[in-house]
């Protein structure tokens, strides 16, 4: 049974998707915070496995109560999917920074809730790969974030793993990584997994980030020009 904690300042929003998740077979609330503080408290008391986390909260925000939850390691298991009304903004790339697995426009339709909330649990980041080139692009090459503690740690990565990080930052999937450089979707899997441990990524999402920040890959200048 997955276990999720919601955490949105606005009770008919957190009702709205309480009545979703509990009529999922595989997955029940366990909780529910209105703000940044609540869900950093509850998270420590009750371990979900998925926090779905609004961005905009008083007090304490999302992007706060994310790094809080994703960097304290009694919550190794807990993973972050972020609400947003606003899919392509700059809060939902500090939440990815913050360690949030992936995001969620709060207009999505139940059967999409449901099945995201099942791909965080799992492990996995949940980013389209258009929204990903998109929210990277226009954030991670802007000057303030372009110098990054990630730069040196690619040094640990051998040629073959910068190479998968790379193709994994471009939105690719695992089977389109193998399949591009004749490698078996799991030999991808294991170069994927080894790299977030010698980068300190808790998943892919990360992953992506920190392929951006330390210009593995170049954002696509002329997704701005035009």
């Given at each position: 049974m997955i276990r999720v904690l919601l955490a949105d300042d606005q009770p008919l929003v957190r009702a709205g998707f309480r009545v979703f998740i509990d009529a999922a077979p595989d997955m029940t609330v366990v909780g529910e915070a209105a703000d940044g503080a609540e869900a950093?408290?509850?998270a420590g008391e009750l371990a979900p496995d998925v926090a779905l986390m609004d961005?905009?909260?008083?007090?304490?925000?999302?992007?706060?109560?994310?790094?809080?939850?994703?960097?304290?390691p009694r919550l190794a298991n807990t993973h972050v999917l972020v609400l947003t009304t606003f899919e392509l903004d700059e809060y939902v790339f500090e939440a990815l920074r913050a360690g949030?697995?992936?995001?969620?426009?709060?207009?999505?339709?139940?059967?999409?809730?449901?099945?995201?909330?099942?791909v965080v649990a799992r492990g996995e980041a949940l980013l389209s790969p258009l929204a990903t080139?998109?929210?990277?692009?226009?954030?991670?090459?802007?000057?303030?974030?372009?110098?990054?503690?990630?730069?040196?740690?690619?040094d640990r990565l051998t040629n073959r793993e910068a190479e998968i990080v790379r193709l994994v930052a471009t939105g690719l999937s695992n089977d389109e990584i193998a399949e591009s450089l004749?490698?078996?979707p799991f030999t991808v899997k294991t170069h994927i997994n080894r790299s977030m441990t010698k980068l300190g990524a808790r998943d892919r999402a990360q992953?992506?980030?920190?392929?951006?920040q330390a210009n593995l890959v170049q954002p696509p200048g002329d997704a701005r020009a035009g």
């Open positions: 950093i408290r509850l961005i905009r909260m008083p007090g304490v925000d999302g992007i706060a109560a994310t790094q809080a939850i994703t960097t304290d949030a697995s992936g995001f969620l426009g709060k207009g999505v339709e139940p059967e999409e809730l449901i099945n995201a909330v099942r080139r998109q929210l990277i692009a226009d954030y991670v090459a802007r000057p303030r974030l372009s110098a990054s503690p990630a730069a040196g740690a690619l004749f490698l078996s992953l992506v980030v920190i392929a951006y």
